[in-house]
């Protein structure tokens, strides 16, 4: 069965430093490949996506995240952290019609 | 475009209730999903429709929740009755495309509507 593991409940990094959020994802075939942010209190939003070729992917707010099939990983970076990064991230995958979603990481940011 | 459009916002209820969330999809998007958010269970897919149709309900939780969408531009997700444990962020989300078909199938969200059923 498709899943997503996100395996950091909770990261938290320096105004200024890199980001690096893991992602694992099961899937049989050529996965889609989904980074989405949710700000308190609000809606997701898509930071990024994969579907096929070039495997590092450019994001908005500076995000991009590479593709290893052979890890099957895919997972978001940022060289620069700002304070209003601070946010939990969603990484998920497509499967069928649907999205299935890895529990979230939460980023704090720390001045 | 003003996005995906939930209502409301925030509805507090008693056990036992019925609770009706309101979703309006981005026009022109054929996929409409419900998204349920807690904190036990992260983000579960409850149902999608393709074009009006329901494809997948197997995320629904019992009978006692229910989803219409009559129209292209409107969709409904009942509780009756409500309990405690249906207390959640529900989410509402569109996309142009279902997966395989190519670009335009990212989901869009709405911002959601906080119930809390007491």
């Known amino acids: 069965a498709q899943s997503v593991t996100q395996p950091d409940i909770h990261i938290t990094v320096s105004e200024g430093a890199s980001l690096e959020l893991r992602c694992n994802y099961s899937?049989?075939?050529?996965?889609?490949l989904f980074w989405y942010v949710q700000s308190p209190g609000q809606g997701l939003q898509l930071l990024l996506k994969?579907?096929?070729?070039?495997?590092l992917v450019q994001g908005i707010k500076g995000f991009e995240a590479e593709f290893k099939r052979s890890q099957s990983s895919f997972n978001l970076r940022k060289p620069s952290v700002h304070w209003s990064d601070a946010a939990e991230y969603f990484c998920?995958?497509?499967?069928?019609?649907?999205?299935?979603f890895g529990k979230g990481t939460k980023l704090s940011v720390k001045p | 475009d003003a996005g995906v459009i939930q209502s409301p916002r925030h509805e507090v209820t008693e056990m036992g209730q019925e609770v009706t969330l309101r979703c309006k999809p981005i026009?022109?998007?054929?996929?409409l999903f419900w998204y349920r958010q807690t904190m036990m269970r992260g983000l579960e897919l409850l149902i999608y429709?393709?074009?009006?149709?329901?494809?997948?309900d197997s995320g629904m939780p019992e009978d006692r929740f229910s989803a219409k969408m009559p129209n292209a531009s409107f969709s409904t997700l009942k509780i009756q009755p409500s309990e405690p444990r249906d207390s959640a962020v529900y989410f509402c989300?569109?996309?142009?495309?279902?997966f395989g078909q190519g670009r335009g199938n990212e989901q869009f969200f709405g911002p959601g509507t906080r119930l809390t059923v007491l």
């Open positions: 989300a569109s996309s142009l495309l279902g």
């Open positions: 899937y049989g075939a050529t996965p889609y």
């Open positions: 994969y579907f096929s070729g070039d495997t």
């Open positions: 998920a995958v497509g499967s069928q019609g649907n999205l299935i």
């Open positions: 026009s022109g998007h054929d996929y």
């Open positions: 429709f393709n074009n009006n149709v329901p494809i997948d």
